[in-house]
């Protein structure tokens, strides 16, 4: 018995187009992880603006403890919340547990947490390449591991969110280990797009470039002495073209209403994927001359000696 026409051309246009899982947040149930500051408090409170239902987690208790009071100051629902770390499989588990019990099945789970360390590989330590994979890797695949299966099970759809960065687009100088993480998440992503499709879940892969958050005060430059007048300018020079996490909070709830796979928070990181893609040996070259920028800034500043990976849930 062959297969009817309505099936078949149902078929074929769904391996073209599928409508957004989540079009709305509006009485929708979303996980936030890193949701204490920068881009992941910006996006809890422009989805609590939405009418989401949130659940929050960061590693740090009073500044998501801050972040819940806010929005709930401001009319925003957060059903549950607690503090923990995503590297650490058993909490994100006893996590998963406690939500599953208290609030039932996601819609969206979105993580945002992460750290940043950069360096040469000469300086960089064991620790810093751990610390990036446990917490940029390790952690979201725990969260995904622990709660995308309810949704599978629930059969009622939804979206997974993972940030990314450039650094995972981007070969960008001295982000090896950061970038092993990014690159990492972006592979998880672009499988599970195609995985979770069948089950009329969507997954995003937010690329954001510059955004002005915490982290760009703490992260751990090795080899770069922070308190010198040039390297000084230079991160300045980055707050200039830096967006703030509210913009970028906006392009990932976009991203999310249209289902869209890559989010870009800004038009360069856009730009620099498509080059890359298009010209690969201007790319190349562009890229040797970064690196060789940012060598020179190395040898003027006078190399410190290694520091620890600041955490930024």
Not at 11 to 21: E, G, I, M, T, Y
Not at 72 to 92: E, L, T
Not at 179 to 194: D, P, Q, T, Y
Not at 269 to 280: C, D, E, L, Q, S
Request: aromatic share 8%; glycine share 10%.
């Amino acid at each position: 018995m062959g297969v009817s026409p309505l099936k078949f051309a149902k078929a074929v246009r769904d391996l073209f187009w599928v409508p957004p899982p989540v079009p709305s947040l509006r009485g929708k149930t979303v996980l936030i992880t890193g949701a204490a500051s920068g881009i992941g408090r910006a996006t809890a409170s422009a989805a609590a603006r939405k009418g989401a239902r949130l659940v929050l987690t960061d590693l740090h208790v009073e500044p998501l403890d801050d972040a819940v009071a806010e929005i709930a100051a401001s009319g925003g629902s957060v059903v549950y919340h607690a503090a923990g770390d995503v590297s650490d499989y058993d909490w994100v588990a006893s996590f998963a547990r406690a939500v599953d019990a208290e609030v039932g099945v996601l819609d969206v789970v979105m993580n945002v947490a992460g750290i940043s360390a950069w360096g040469t590989v000469e300086n960089l330590e064991h620790r810093h390449w751990r610390s990036m994979v446990d917490v940029n890797l390790m952690g979201p695949i725990h969260v995904i591991e622990c709660f995308v299966p309810q949704m599978v099970r629930a059969g009622r759809g939804g979206q997974v969110v993972n940030v990314s960065s450039a650094a995972g687009l981007l070969a960008f100088p001295w982000h090896a280990a950061y970038s092993a993480s990014k690159f990492g998440i972006r592979g998880v992503s672009e499988v599970l797009r195609f995985d979770l499709r069948r089950h009329g879940i969507g997954v995003s892969l937010v690329c954001p470039g510059g955004v002005d958050t915490p982290l760009v005060g703490t992260v751990d430059i090795v080899g770069l002495n922070r308190e010198d007048p040039r390297v000084v300018e230079q991160i300045d020079g980055f707050h200039k073209i830096a967006v703030t996490p509210e913009k970028a909070a906006d392009a990932i709830l976009d991203g999310i209403a249209k289902n869209k796979f890559i989010v870009y928070t800004s038009f360069d990181v856009r730009f620099g994927y498509w080059w890359a893609r298009k010209f690969a040996f201007p790319y190349e070259v562009v890229m040797r001359i970064a690196n060789n920028r940012f060598d020179h800034l190395a040898r003027i500043s006078g190399l410190g000696s290694p520091a620890g990976a600041d955490r930024v849930d």
